[in-house]
């Protein structure tokens, strides 16, 4: 049941990402100001409430949780780009199915059901994004395992290192996508091409990550049984 969810929500995630330049391109800067400050004002709002129901906690810096101001910053950013002109920089169009996968890794779901996930995502992103089929079902598999290898649930608790953790891995994945193309592709401009995408392309996968967490915590929770003991019952 898990895991269907989770597949449930990939491929929701997918089909948004897909269309995710149709979104952007038409919002007018004006917009996007104004959901940044909305942004900040329900953030600094719930940062508020925090502090008033536990006066111990630490100050407001470190009470802050940035959910809403960091994809409402990137989307900012992506619209001053459309406007100004600015076609030098890569435009930040986040991997909205990455963080799922790293979700899934750092809280150490079975490695069969797991992987089983990122490839069907993996599959779908290569069909969708018209990739060579089997870039992103290799890379988001590997970055699967990888993550859950790195046994860093606890550190991906916090809203920045979330954050950081999906950053990193982006970066990772990004990496190991132009390197494959590199090696297998049949045109050597398209990872040169690419190249330049690399940051702006972590930097949004980065800033969207806390909320996507927040779907897959949701998830997580309403399906029930932790995800070791699914793993024991299936040894």
Same mark, same amino acid.
């Given at each position: 049941m898990r895991n269907v969810a989770f597949l449930a929500l990939g491929l929701g995630l997918l089909m948004l990402q897909a269309n995710v330049f149709r979104a952007l391109d038409g919002i007018p800067v004006a917009v996007a100001v104004a959901v940044w400050i909305a942004a900040l004002g329900l953030d600094a709002a719930s940062m508020i409430r925090q502090m008033r129901g536990a006066p111990g906690r630490p100050g407001a810096i470190a009470a802050f949780r940035p959910d809403l101001v960091l994809p409402a910053t990137v989307l900012l950013g992506y619209t001053l780009l459309v406007a100004?002109?600015? %076609?030098?920089?890569?435009?930040?169009?986040?991997?909205?199915? $990455?963080?799922? @996968?790293? #979700?899934?890794?750092?809280?150490?779901?079975?490695? =069969?059901?797991?992987?089983?996930?990122a490839f069907v995502l993996g599959y779908a992103t290569d069909v969708i !994004?018209?990739?060579?089929?089997? *870039?992103?079902?290799?890379?988001?598999?590997? %970055?699967?395992? *990888?993550?859950?290898? /790195?046994?860093?649930?606890?550190? =991906?608790?916090?809203?920045?290192?979330?954050?950081? $953790?999906?950053?990193?891995?982006?970066?990772?994945?990004?990496?190991?996508? $132009?390197?494959? *193309?590199? @090696? #297998? !592709?049949?045109? /050597?401009?398209?990872?040169?091409? *690419?190249?330049?995408l690399t940051l702006p392309h972590a930097v949004a996968t980065a800033a969207v990550a806390p909320i996507v967490f927040r779907f897959a915590q949701a998830l997580h929770v309403a399906t029930g049984n932790s995800p070791r003991a699914e793993a024991g019952a299936m040894s």
């Open positions: 100004f002109g600015h %076609t030098r920089v890569g435009r930040p169009i986040p991997a909205l199915v $990455l963080p799922i @996968i790293l #979700f899934m890794g750092v809280h150490e779901y079975s490695l =069969a059901r797991g992987a089983a996930v !994004g018209i990739a060579p089929v089997g *870039l992103y079902t290799f890379t988001y598999v590997a %970055t699967f395992v *990888l993550a859950r290898a /790195a046994g860093v649930r606890l550190a =991906a608790q916090t809203t920045w290192m979330q954050v950081l $953790l999906v950053g990193a891995f982006a970066v990772l994945q990004s990496t190991m996508v $132009l390197v494959l *193309l590199a @090696i #297998f !592709g049949r045109d /050597a401009w398209v990872p040169r091409s *690419l190249y330049p």
